[in-house]
C-alpha cells in the first residue's frame, strides 16, 4: 500500500511539474512574440511604448522627451511612490549590445541632469558584462529584452520595483 501511495505521490509530482513546464513554454511564447513587436517599432514608438508601461503600472506624469537634445532621458515619470524615474530607450537589434559607453552617457545625466531617483535602460537586446558592471556600480536598473518582455506581459517587475 506504502509503494503504492509513493507512486502515486510520483506520478502527481510529474504532473505538477508538467503542467508547470508547459506554463513556462505558454509565457516564453508570449514574450517571444512581445519582443517581435518592440523589434517592429521605430526608436519614437518604442520611447512612447515604454511610457505607456509606466502609465499603465500606475505612474503619473510620464513624457517621453527622446530625441535630439534630450541628454540621455527619453520618458520621465513619477513613480507611485513618488520617485522620479528617468528611462533612457535602446530599441536595438538581437545582435546589438547595449554597451558601457551608453551607459556611461547616461550615468553621467541621469542623476546630475535629470534628478532621477530610479534610473533605467530597457533595451529590446542584451547588455555587455561591462555595461551591466557600471550599471551596478552606479545604481542603473537595466531591462534586456527578456525584462521587458516579463514587464510588457505583467509578470515581472517594472523598473522601479526592483
Same mark, same amino acid.
Request: hydrophobic content about 45%.
Given at each position: 500500500?506504502? #509503494?503504492?501511495?509513493? *507512486?502515486? @505521490? &510520483?506520478?502527481?509530482?510529474?504532473?505538477?511539474?508538467?503542467?508547470?513546464?508547459?506554463?513556462?513554454?505558454?509565457?516564453? *511564447?508570449?514574450?517571444?512574440? %512581445?519582443?517581435?513587436?518592440?523589434? @517592429?517599432?521605430?526608436?519614437? %514608438?518604442?520611447?512612447?511604448?515604454?511610457?505607456? #508601461?509606466?502609465?499603465?503600472? &500606475?505612474?503619473?506624469?510620464?513624457?517621453?522627451? &527622446?530625441? @535630439?537634445?534630450?541628454?540621455?532621458?527619453?520618458? #520621465?515619470?513619477?513613480?507611485?511612490?513618488?520617485?522620479?524615474?528617468?528611462?533612457?530607450?535602446?530599441?536595438? &537589434?538581437?545582435?546589438?549590445?547595449?554597451?558601457?559607453?551608453?551607459?556611461?552617457?547616461?550615468?553621467?545625466?541621469?542623476?546630475?541632469?535629470?534628478?532621477?531617483?530610479?534610473?533605467?535602460?530597457?533595451?529590446?537586446?542584451?547588455?555587455?558584462?561591462?555595461? *551591466?558592471?557600471?550599471?551596478?556600480?552606479?545604481?542603473?536598473?537595466?531591462?534586456?529584452?527578456?525584462?521587458?518582455?516579463?514587464?510588457?506581459?505583467?509578470?515581472?517587475?517594472?523598473?522601479?520595483? #526592483?
Amino acid at each position: 500500500m506504502l #509503494l503504492l501511495l509513493l *507512486a502515486i @505521490a &510520483g506520478v502527481v509530482s510529474a504532473n505538477a511539474e508538467g503542467k508547470h513546464n508547459e506554463e513556462l513554454r505558454k509565457v516564453r *511564447a508570449v514574450q517571444s512574440t %512581445e519582443i517581435a513587436r518592440y523589434h @517592429a517599432m521605430n526608436p519614437r %514608438e518604442f520611447e512612447q511604448a515604454i511610457a505607456f #508601461l509606466c502609465e499603465r503600472d &500606475g505612474c503619473t506624469a510620464t513624457r517621453v522627451v &527622446g530625441g @535630439a537634445g534630450d541628454l540621455g532621458a527619453d520618458v #520621465l515619470a513619477t513613480a507611485p511612490d513618488g520617485r522620479r524615474i528617468v528611462i533612457q530607450c535602446k530599441r536595438y &537589434g538581437p545582435t546589438t549590445k547595449v554597451g558601457s559607453p551608453d551607459l556611461q552617457r547616461f550615468g553621467g545625466t541621469c542623476y546630475s541632469v535629470h534628478h532621477a531617483q530610479v534610473a533605467a535602460i530597457v533595451t529590446t537586446s542584451v547588455f555587455t558584462k561591462p555595461a *551591466a558592471q557600471y550599471a551596478a556600480g552606479n545604481g542603473i536598473q537595466l531591462f534586456d529584452e527578456a525584462a521587458l518582455a516579463a514587464w510588457a506581459t505583467s509578470t515581472g517587475p517594472a523598473p522601479w520595483m #526592483l
